[in-house]
């Protein structure tokens, strides 16, 4: 096939974007004021050994002060080789005891949304809870 090295023609396009529209993300702002004050909670669903320090790939090991650990991990169930979320009586009752109010504040946090996003699904999604970032 030939080749040349013409740029062709580019016709701009517009695509607007809401303010916050990921609806996911908080700003360390919002972090520090869930660490300072009751009413939120701060879920880090890292794998246990992170949470403590024990393992880390990141610039400093540990947790956020007053971060609560419950793994991604543990929503999750393998029967043979298929891999599902647990019941939802089981995880309704998990989640209960965890967060006091379907309205509590809750910022659920890994190190790249991939673990936390399954844990915002399960309780924004299946469960009702409000306020889930």
Same mark, same amino acid.
């Given at each position: 096939? #030939?080749?040349?090295? %013409?740029?062709?023609?580019?016709?701009?396009?517009?695509?607007?974007?809401?303010?916050?529209?990921?609806?996911? +993300?908080?700003?360390?702002? %919002?972090? !520090?004021?869930?660490?300072?004050?009751?009413?939120?909670?701060?879920?880090?669903?890292?794998?246990?050994?992170?949470?403590?320090?024990?393992?880390?790939?990141?610039?400093?090991?540990?947790?956020? #002060?007053?971060?609560?650990? &419950?793994?991604?991990?543990?929503?999750?169930?393998? !029967?043979?080789?298929?891999?599902?979320?647990?019941? #939802?009586?089981? !995880?309704? %009752? !998990?989640?209960?005891?965890?967060?006091?109010?379907?309205?509590?504040?809750?910022?659920?946090?890994? &190190? +790249?949304?991939?673990?936390?996003?399954?844990?915002?699904?399960?309780?924004? &999604?299946?469960?009702?809870?409000?306020?889930?970032?």
């Amino acid at each position: 096939m #030939p080749v040349d090295t %013409v740029l062709p023609d580019v016709t701009p396009s517009v695509c607007p974007i809401r303010a916050n529209a990921d609806g996911f +993300t908080v700003q360390a702002s %919002v972090v !520090l004021e869930a660490v300072r004050g009751r009413n939120t909670i701060i879920l880090d669903v890292r794998p246990a050994d992170y949470y403590q320090g024990i393992k880390t790939n990141e610039a400093r090991a540990g947790h956020i #002060p007053k971060a609560i650990n &419950r793994p991604f991990q543990e929503d999750i169930q393998k !029967l043979g080789t298929i891999t599902s979320l647990k019941s #939802p009586t089981e !995880l309704g %009752v !998990l989640y209960s005891q965890l967060i006091p109010s379907k309205k509590t504040s809750v910022i659920v946090h890994c &190190r +790249t949304e991939h673990q936390a996003s399954q844990t915002v699904f399960v309780l924004k &999604r299946n469960f009702g809870y409000e306020n889930v970032f």
